[in-house]
């Protein structure tokens, strides 16, 4: 059994920052790539960040330069460091954990950035 779970989200004022983490627990031996995903009230989900076991990273363009994403490998763990945030970035964000053979998704934190 494996558990994905996403923490750090809430209410920010827009230019702030959030921190989101995300943890993959459970029976898992080869996590090649971790990522982020989020899904704007009346809108499709949408990829916002990936990265690989190696290092390789990936950003939707709205999100470069603003967004960082990051990942421990040892805790299978990923961070996506937010900062300059703006309202359109409102959106339940998930994690998504990716091997071999499976892939699975968390049940996401909210990040709503308004004044």
């Known amino acids: 059994q494996v558990h994905v779970v996403e923490s750090g989200g809430g209410l920010v004022q827009p230019g702030g920052s959030l921190r989101l983490s995300c943890a993959a627990s459970?029976?898992?031996?080869?996590?090649?790539?971790m990522g982020w995903y989020r899904q704007a009230p009346g809108k499709q989900r949408e990829w916002v960040a990936t990265?690989?076991?190696?290092?390789?990273?990936n950003y939707i363009d709205s999100v470069k330069g603003r967004f960082t994403i990051s990942r421990d490998n040892a805790k299978n763990t990923v961070y996506l460091q937010m900062n300059s945030l703006k309202p359109e970035d409102t959106a339940v964000y998930y994690c998504?954990?990716?091997?071999?053979?499976?892939?699975?998704w968390g049940q996401g934190t909210q990040v709503t950035v308004s004044s």
């Open positions: 459970g029976s898992i031996f080869s996590i090649n790539v």
């Open positions: 998504k954990v990716v091997g071999p053979q499976f892939d699975y």
């Open positions: 990265i690989s076991s190696g290092g390789r990273i």
